[in-house]
């Protein structure tokens, strides 16, 4: 397994929400109306274990949805929040689509890891591919900076 890069967690809104304004402190996040993956869910483990950390033991669930472009549009249409990774929705951001919540002293990073098996013979192709996905860092987002795991 290969550490890539951090990528920040954004807490993210309908543009005028009626949830939460510029800022959500660590009991404002527990009261959210949230919308997340499925409870077995890679990605919704890692948000709950970044939540822990940070001194925020649950969340409210509202609904479950299994895509990002689901969980946009439900943020959109402003039925709850959700955590993004920051590159699922800089565009959206941009636009003025969506819109990010200061969350002041949580600091939400999400470990980005390259996994394959030791003894996998890799194609060209998979070569070429697995090559370009450890360069493709996106512009502004930090290197790992958490403990590399064998």
Known sequence: MRPLWDEDLLLV????SRWVGD??????????PFISTANSTVMQQLEEGQLRANG???????????????????VRRDLGVCFFSKTAV???LARGELRCVRTPGR???????????????????????KRHIEEAR???LKPFQG???A
């Open 13 to 16: 809104t309908a543009p005028d």
């Open 23 to 32: 800022e959500a402190r660590r009991e404002d996040i527990s009261r959210l």
């Open 56 to 74: 925020i033991p649950s969340r409210r669930i509202v609904l479950n949805l299994g895509h990002p472009e689901a969980q946009k549009e439900a």
């Open 90 to 92: 800089e565009r959206d």
């Open 107 to 129: 600091a939400l990073p999400l470990p980005l890891y390259l996994a394959s098996r030791e003894d996998k013979e890799f194609s060209a192709f998979q070569l070429a591919l």
């Open 138 to 140: 996106p512009p502004g």
């Open 147 to 149: 403990k590399a795991e």
